[in-house]
């Protein structure tokens, strides 16, 4: 059965997308769920939306549900009257008439533009059509499925960080790769993670990356013999976060220790509520010595001119 809704939905969804109009899944459930709950009083085999037949009532410019009664007693007339006569019809034939309907629901200009867009969408589409080419619907679908989870666990894993500057003649912070004018604050990494879940998929990697960003942040301040622009503050812009987990907060500890270590601290920026509700819970903010703030410049002015600083 699921596999039968997985087929009608899929068919569906295509030529709804097609004619402007919208599907309801839990409506085609219900429907296909009657339908083959009253045909097994009558031994009847297990229906759903036919693929080949909807094709072909697209291009022969059906519009109604009255092209369903018609083809239903098309059939039935057929199947009592004309089976003798039909009965020796090549198969060739019949694939033809079905095929001629195909061509009309290919849309290369659509790929192109998915290509274009993005690579792993254009992958997922490229396995469902081969999968539906080569093997069945059932298999196109479970491919593309699979390649659309793919991308998501990837983006969720690993996912991309923001080096953050002040915008001129503004309390604003923008990504420096995105913003060229942003200006890097002396003393101070401002990092802003590109994931709405920090969690123990991805934590350590968070952690990892930066970790790293801080150590070059102040490496470069070593070499251009500058003190006051080696880092001594690192505010983790926490805006994206929606939540959190306990493995993300033992890495935000870990995360925490390392820079002690290396003489920086951690401050937090915009923490959500759910997010700074976990940390209280876990006492965190005890450990970082309450250095969370609204906004990323209030984590500037208060850190960078308070005398308990470290010294590096």
């Keep these: 059965m699921l596999n039968v809704l997985q087929e009608a939905i899929a068919v569906g969804r295509s030529f709804a997308t097609m004619k402007g109009y919208r ?30 037949r909807t094709a072909v009532n697209f291009s022969a410019g059906s519009e109604t549900a009255v092209s369903n009664i018609v083809m239903a007693v098309t059939v039935l007339i057929s199947l009592e009257f004309l089976t003798r006569l039909l009965y020796f019809t090549p198969v060739a034939i019949l694939a033809s008439i079905i095929l001629s309907a195909l061509p009309g629901l290919i849309n290369l200009s659509e790929a192109k533009y998915i290509w274009k867009v993005d690579k792993m969408d254009f992958l997922a589409c490229a396995a469902a059509f081969l999968g539906v080419l080569f093997l069945s619907v059932e298999i196109g679908l479970l491919l593309a499925v699979g390649v659309s989870f793919a991308k998501i666990i990837l983006n969720s894993i690993q996912p991309g960080t923001e080096k953050l500057g002040r915008l001129p003649g503004s309390d604003l912070f923008g990504d420096v790769e995105q913003y060229p004018i942003a200006t890097r604050i002396p003393g101070a990494l401002i990092v ?33 013999s500058v003190d006051q622009d080696r880092v001594q503050l690192v505010i983790l812009d926490m805006s994206n976060l929606l939540n959190i987990d306990t493995s993300s907060i033992a890495s935000l500890e870990e995360l925490q220790n390392e820079l002690e270590s290396y003489g920086m601290q951690l401050a937090l920026a915009n923490p959500r509520w759910h997010v700074i509700h976990k940390l209280k819970l876990a006492n965190f903010l005890k450990k970082i010595e309450g250095r969370v703030f609204l906004t990323i410049g209030e984590a500037i002015e208060a850190c960078l001119t308070s005398k308990n600083m470290l010294p590096i």
């Design 192 to 224: 802003r993670v590109k994931s709405a879940l920090l969690c123990f998929a991805n934590a350590n990697f968070i952690r990892g990356r930066i970790l790293n960003l801080a150590l070059e942040e102040q490496d470069e301040g070593a070499i251009e």
């Design 23 to 52: 599907l309801d899944g839990n409506k085609e459930m219900l429907a296909l769920g009657v339908m083959n709950i009253t045909g097994s009083l009558t031994s009847c085999y297990v229906a759903t939306g036919s693929f080949s």
